[in-house]
């Protein structure tokens, strides 16, 4: 593993231990060259996984990219970062077993949608008005409105 800081070769595994989600292998390591310590996480990949987007574009499975599109969802929403980690994760997990090699940018968003559905009823609303391309104030009343009756029933 190549150093971060000054991009040395040679690292030494201090420790190591599984996740919290058990979905993760983190691994406390040390530059050998200039004594810096830093943390790498390593985790399993079932298979390459192409995401089909708008327009027919196709790109691969970039958990880093979903991390960030839930996280700006739920900026300031007080929601524990180990949930949004678990939420990823399952998301992850659904989509690399299902047996697809290319997944549609629709199926991946669904699932953010009924993974923040379940979290937060606000950052569910923000991901959907960014997914479903809101354009106007009357557009977020309705959906607030069907999260409200869902709530209640």
């Known amino acids: 593993m190549r150093c971060p800081f000054c991009a040395h070769d ?3 595994v201090k420790d ?3 996740t919290e989600d058990g979905t993760a292998i ?3 390591r040390q530059c050998s060259s200039c004594g810096a310590r830093f943390t790498t996480f390593e985790r399993v990949q079932l298979r390459e996984v192409v995401v089909i987007k708008s ?3 196709r790109e691969p499975f970039d ?3 979903l991390e960030q599109s ?3 969802a739920c900026r300031k929403r007080g929601i524990d970062q ?3 980690d678990q939420l990823v994760s399952g998301i992850q997990r659904q989509v690399e077993a299902s047996g697809e090699a290319e997944v549609p940018s629709s199926h991946i968003g669904e699932l953010v949608m009924e993974g923040l ?3 937060d009823s606000v950052a569910y609303i923000r991901f959907a008005s960014v997914y479903r391309d809101f354009s106007e104030a009357r557009d977020f009343e309705k959906f607030a409105s069907t999260v409200q009756q869902a709530a209640k029933d």
């Open 10 to 12: 040679d690292t030494q």
């Open 16 to 18: 190591s231990r599984p």
């Open 26 to 28: 983190r691994r406390r």
């Open 55 to 57: 327009g027919d574009r």
């Open 63 to 65: 958990r880093a990219k």
């Open 70 to 72: 839930i996280a700006l």
């Open 82 to 84: 180990e949930r949004l």
């Open 117 to 119: 559905r379940q979290i």
